[in-house]
Nanobody, 120 residues
Framework: VQLQASGGGLVQAGGSLRLSCTGS????????LAWFRQTPGKEREFVAA????????SYSDAVKGRFTISRGKGSSTVYLQMNSLKPEDTAVYYC??????????????WGQGTQVTVSS
């Protein structure tokens, strides 16, 4: 299983970035998908998740109101639109495929990370 994430980069505080993650054709379309992030010395933390049909989403308090996760129904591609970025959003962002159609927090597969750096 391969999850390919892209879209990271360097942006100034207050700016925006859009991350995307695509699974192989036969993976992820019936599973919830999620984004996590990690900074050096810290545990990987949940950012956002979307159920298999794209209809239900959840967010961490740290990003609620600024980030939007989306996907098409049954699509294996997930997006993370990040607005009003802050320096504390700097991290390596990972996409993840959940074991279930409704997000459960049990990650089945991880994608490779993409670096997001927000300068002040």
């Amino acid at each position: 299983v391969q999850l390919q994430a892209s879209g990271g980069g360097l942006v100034q505080a207050g700016g925006s970035l859009r991350l995307s993650c695509t699974g192989s054709r036969r993976t992820g379309s019936n599973n919830a998908l999620a984004w996590f992030r990690q900074t050096p010395g810290k545990e990987r933390e949940f950012v956002a998740a979307v159920n298999w049909d794209g209809g239900t989403t959840s967010y961490s308090d740290a990003v609620k109101g600024r980030f939007t996760i989306s996907r098409g129904k049954g699509s294996s591609t997930v997006y993370l639109q990040m607005n009003s970025l802050k320096p504390e959003d700097t991290a390596v962002y990972y996409c993840a495929q959940d074991r279930r159609a409704m997000y459960s927090g049990s990650v089945q597969y991880w994608g490779q990370g993409t670096q997001v750096t927000v300068s002040s």
